[in-house]
C-alpha cells in the first residue's frame, strides 16, 4: 500500500486566497485524522471521521476551516479566507478500528507545509 | 483523557542505551499507553503500544509499572537515525480512537 497520500506537499499562498488540503487515506481505513503542527501549539487534532462521516470537529480553530470527506478515499480541508497564522504543517492520518481490539495506530502523511504570507 | 508529562529533550550517544519515561498519573483502567516517533519533515509514527508489564517488538522495548503511572519507552544502542521527536499518549480503544499529542521529547544522538 502507497500509505496515506497528501498534495501538495507545500503550498504558498496570500492572506485572503483559499487553501485547499487532499487527504487519500489508506484503502479499507475507516477513520480519518486532520491535524494541524506548529512550533508554538504542537500537534492538534482539528477534525476527524468516522466511514466519511465527521464525528469531531472541537479542534477546528473557527469558521474559516471546513473539512470534507465524499469517500471513503479522499479528504479535503480547506481554509477560506487564509490568514498568516494557519501556517503550520497539516497531516492527515487514517486507521482501521477493529471490534474488541486495543487502541489502534494511527497512519500519518507526509504532510503539507502551507506558509500564508 | 489522561494527561502525559515526559522530558522535552534528551541527549545521548550512538551506540548507548535510551530510556525516555513518561508520566500518566491519571491513567485509566481502560487506557493504552502509545509510543510515536516523528523525524523532521514527517508524520509521527508508531513504535510501540502496552497495557502493562513490558511489550518488545525490534523497535524498542516498553516498561509499565504495576501502578502504571508511568512507562518508559527503552531504545537500545540508538544511532544517529534515532534523533526524533517521541511523543507518549496515553487513551482507550473503546472511543471512537482520538488522540492527543503533547510536547514529546526531543531526541539527538551524537556521534
Known amino acids: 500500500d502507497a500509505g496515506v497520500i497528501q498534495s501538495p506537499r507545500h503550498e504558498v499562498t496570500e492572506m485572503g486566497q483559499e487553501v485547499t488540503l487532499r487527504c487519500k487515506p489508506i484503502?479499507?481505513?475507516?477513520?480519518l485524522f486532520w491535524y494541524r503542527q506548529t512550533m508554538m501549539r504542537g500537534l492538534e487534532l482539528l477534525i476527524y471521521f468516522n466511514n466519511n462521516v465527521p464525528i469531531d470537529d472541537s479542534g477546528m480553530p473557527e469558521d474559516r476551516f471546513s473539512a470534507k470527506m465524499p469517500n471513503a478515499s479522499f479528504s479535503t480541508l480547506k481554509i477560506q479566507p487564509s490568514e498568516p497564522r494557519d501556517s503550520a504543517v497539516y497531516f492527515c492520518?487514517?486507521?482501521?478500528?477493529?471490534?474488541?481490539?486495543?487502541?489502534?495506530?494511527?497512519?500519518f502523511g507526509p504532510g503539507t507545509r502551507l506558509l500564508v504570507l | 483523557l489522561a494527561k502525559t508529562t515526559q522530558p522535552i529533550s534528551m541527549d545521548s550517544y550512538e551506540g548507548q542505551e535510551v530510556n525516555i519515561t513518561c508520566s500518566h498519573n491519571n491513567i485509566a483502567t481502560n487506557d493504552y499507553i502509545t509510543w510515536y516517533q516523528q523525524f523532521p519533515s514527517q508524520g509521527p509514527r508508531f513504535i510501540i503500544q502496552g497495557y502493562k508489564t513490558k511489550v518488545t517488538n525490534e523497535v524498542a522495548s516498553l516498561f509499565i509499572p504495576a501502578d502504571r503511572k508511568s512507562s518508559t519507552l527503552s531504545l537500545p544502542r540508538v544511532s544517529l537515525s534515532d534523533t526524533a521527536v517521541y511523543y507518549c499518549l496515553v487513551g482507550d480503544g473503546s472511543s471512537a480512537s482520538k488522540i492527543i499529542f503533547g510536547s514529546g521529547t526531543r531526541l539527538s544522538i551524537r556521534p
Open positions: 484503502s479499507g481505513h475507516d477513520y
Open positions: 492520518a487514517s486507521t482501521l478500528k477493529r471490534e474488541g481490539r486495543s487502541r489502534e495506530t494511527q497512519y
